[in-house]
């Protein structure tokens, strides 16, 4: 069974850090594009982030520029979104998905997690 669960959520103040993980089971995560989106409430889900195989980064939104990276561990078959100087409006679930196999970024995903809410508040 193909299967990515996110983990490293919580509440954190604003200006704090988080890093998400993104760990695959069941396939080979080096062979896959992996993008991080996110949906606040109320509103509609948002790319953020995408790995290349390669390891080079397709950025989504402009609104994590200078505080958010990903990167990708192929031996530990993980992919992390560190996030910094987070703020309020980057309160979301995030989730990690998996795009087409040898594939790039911007397509379509056959595998998602199930998501992890970051919380950033006073």
């Known amino acids: 069974q193909l299967q990515l669960v996110e983990a490293g959520g919580g509440l954190v103040q604003p200006g704090g850090s988080l890093t998400l993980s993104c760990a695959a089971s069941?396939?080979?995560?080096?062979?896959?594009?992996i993008t991080w989106f996110r949906q606040a409430p109320g509103k509609e889900r948002e790319g953020v982030l995408c790995?290349?195989?390669?390891?080079?980064?397709?950025k989504y939104t402009d609104s994590v520029k200078d505080r958010f990276t990903v990167s990708r561990n192929n031996l530990l078959n993980t992919v992390y979104l560190q996030m910094n100087n987070l703020k309020p409006e980057d309160t979301a679930v995030y989730y990690c998905a998996a795009g087409a196999k040898y594939g790039a970024c911007g397509g379509s995903h056959t595998v998602w997690g199930q998501g992890t809410q970051v919380t950033v508040s006073s």
């Open positions: 790995i290349y195989r390669s390891g080079d980064v397709a």
């Open positions: 069941g396939f080979a995560l080096a062979s896959y594009p």
